[in-house]
């Protein structure tokens, strides 16, 4: 049974970085890309970056680039989201989510991920 467990959220001021992490159990995390998404209050989940099976190729939305960073260690099967220069609008529930598909290179879009964690509080005060 895959389990997606996310951990690191909390209460940050505008400006400041916070560092998510996803511990990924019941599989092989090497095998598969690995995806974040938030949702804020009153909006639908949104994409916010992704990560290859290797780790050798991320993809963000344009909201968070130059801002976050995703990354992975395949041998603690965790993967993480480093954010800073943190804004009020990034406040949201953030979800890393895992595709059943390896041969997805850097999926993007909900539909395509089979695999969700409970999702952690990230709120940004200005």
């Known amino acids: 049974q895959v389990q997606l467990v996310e951990s690191g959220g909390g209460l940050v001021q505008a400006g400041g970085s916070l560092r998510l992490s996803c511990a990924v159990s019941g599989r092989t995390l090497s095998w598969y890309a690995m995806g974040w998404f938030r949702q804020a209050p009153g909006k639908e989940r949104e994409f916010v970056g992704v990560?290859?099976?290797?780790?050798?190729?991320?993809a963000y939305a344009d909201s968070v680039k130059g801002r976050f960073t995703i990354s992975r260690d395949n041998a603690k099967n965790t993967v993480y989201l480093q954010m800073n220069s943190l804004k009020p609008e990034d406040t949201a529930v953030y979800y890393c989510?895992?595709?059943?598909?390896?041969?997805?290179?850097?999926?993007?879009?909900?539909?395509?991920?089979?695999?969700w964690g409970q999702g952690t509080q990230v709120t940004v005060s200005s």
């Open positions: 990560i290859s099976r290797s780790g050798g190729s991320t």
């Open positions: 989510a895992g595709p059943n598909n390896w041969k997805l290179g850097l999926p993007s879009t909900e539909s395509e991920y089979d695999y």
